[in-house]
């Protein structure tokens, strides 16, 4: 089983930048790709971001242009790099390996961990 543990989250204010890690218990070498979700109150993980081995990035429209993913295999780490943040990116964020299901859908397969908490606030 996969795991999992998130850090660099915070409060910054509207405008800042904050970089996400993600630790991983295994080697993500021959993982298929590696994604950062995020969940707001009351709403559902969403996924905002995916790397796969080869390096190729997916990243939701609401975060396009403003988050980086990256992927260290040597230090089995993932990055989520924020910048030009908003009040709406306002969520816990955690990280997950993923693989494909039948119709090419992300599907997360590791253990969720205990998230990073993202706040953006003036």
């Known amino acids: 089983q996969v795991q999992l543990v998130e850090s660099g989250g915070g409060l910054v204010q509207p405008g800042g930048s904050l970089r996400l890690s993600c630790a991983v218990s295994r080697s993500i070498f021959s993982i298929y790709a590696m994604g950062w979700y995020r969940q707001a109150p009351g709403k559902q993980h969403e996924l905002v971001a995916a790397?796969?081995?080869?390096?190729?990035?997916n990243y939701a429209d609401s975060v396009k242009g403003r988050f980086t993913i990256s992927r260290d295999n040597a230090k089995n780490t993932v990055y989520l790099q924020m910048n030009s943040l908003k009040p709406e990116d306002t969520a816990v964020y955690y990280c997950?390996?993923?693989?494909?299901?039948?119709?090419?859908?992300?599907?997360?397969?590791?253990?969720w961990g205990q998230g990073t908490q993202v706040t953006v606030s003036s």
């Open positions: 790397i796969t081995s080869g390096g190729s990035t």
């Open positions: 997950n390996a993923l693989q494909r299901d039948y119709y090419s859908t992300y599907v997360p397969f590791g253990s």
